[in-house]
T-cell receptor, first 113, second 111 residues
Framework: SQTIHQWPATLVQPVGSPLSLECTVE??????LYWYRQAAGRGLQLLFY??????ISSEVPQNLSASRPQDRQFILSSKKLLLSDSGFYLC????????????FGEGSRLTVL | AQKITQTQPGMFVQEKEAVTLDCTYD???????LFWYKQPSSGEMIFLIY??????QNATEGRYSLNFQKARKSANLVISASQLGDSAMYFC????????FGKGTSLLVTP
């Protein structure tokens, strides 16, 4: 069966420090992968999506970047975190829209101090 | 660009009663999907129900049903026989190349 994992689950980072969040999908191949961010009490904002290895589309200009070094691995990074980067980050995947469902990881809660 | 509107930031319902959570959307895509997700305080996103834009009948999944009115671009979620465990944030979403989410409705079920 297909599963999706994110880590770390929580982290507290100082302003200006780097960031790396990792997401891996198991049990499927060539999924579409997504990074969303949810600020406190808000909806989900799409940050990046990827339809294949090395293919990244950015939705919102910011100091974050994403990479897809392997088919089932999606990484969210930053060289220097800002206070506004705090939030709940969710990785998600879908095999195809005909199936209807977007599968989410457990989420990574980032606090920038 | 798609726009999803959930006009109810917070809702209260008594246990065992039904509740309707509103969602309207705007999209220029001729074919699309409508989704509802539940997010409890733990943060996980739980898929509840899906409706395709060309589906003739309203989708149902157990106690959840989607009241789809295509001409009005409305996709309301109806939860029947509310339970205390239904207390959570609820998000409506519309598919494009990704899922685009509304801002959510916080539902509190009281005894």
């Amino acid at each position: 069966s297909q599963t999706i994992h994110q880590w770390p689950a929580t982290l507290v980072q100082p302003v200006g420090s780097p960031l790396s969040l990792e997401c891996t999908v198991e049990g499927t191949s060539n999924p579409n992968l997504y990074w969303y961010r949810q600020a406190a009490g808000r909806g989900l904002q799409l940050l990046f999506y990827s339809v294949g290895i090395g293919q990244i589309s950015s939705e919102v200009p910011q100091n974050l970047s994403a990479s897809r070094p392997q088919d089932r691995q999606f990484i969210l990074s930053s060289k220097k975190l800002l206070l506004s980067d705090s939030g709940f980050y969710l990785c998600a995947w879908i095999q195809g829209w005909a199936t209807g469902e977007l599968f989410f990881g457990e989420g990574s809660r980032l606090t920038v101090l | 660009a798609q726009k999803i509107t959930q006009t109810q930031p917070g809702m209260f319902v008594q246990e065992k009663e039904a509740v309707t959570l509103d969602c309207t959307y705007d999209t220029s895509d001729p074919s699309y999907g409508l989704f509802w997700y539940k997010q409890p305080s733990s943060g996980e996103m739980i898929f509840l129900i899906y409706q395709g834009s060309y589906d003739q009948q309203n989708a149902t999944e157990g106690r959840y049903s989607l009241n789809f009115q295509k001409a009005r671009k409305s996709a309301n979620l109806v939860i029947s026989a509310s339970q205390l465990g239904d207390s959570a944030m609820y998000f409506c979403a519309v598919s494009g190349y990704a899922l685009n989410f509304g801002k959510g409705t916080s539902l509190l079920v009281t005894p």
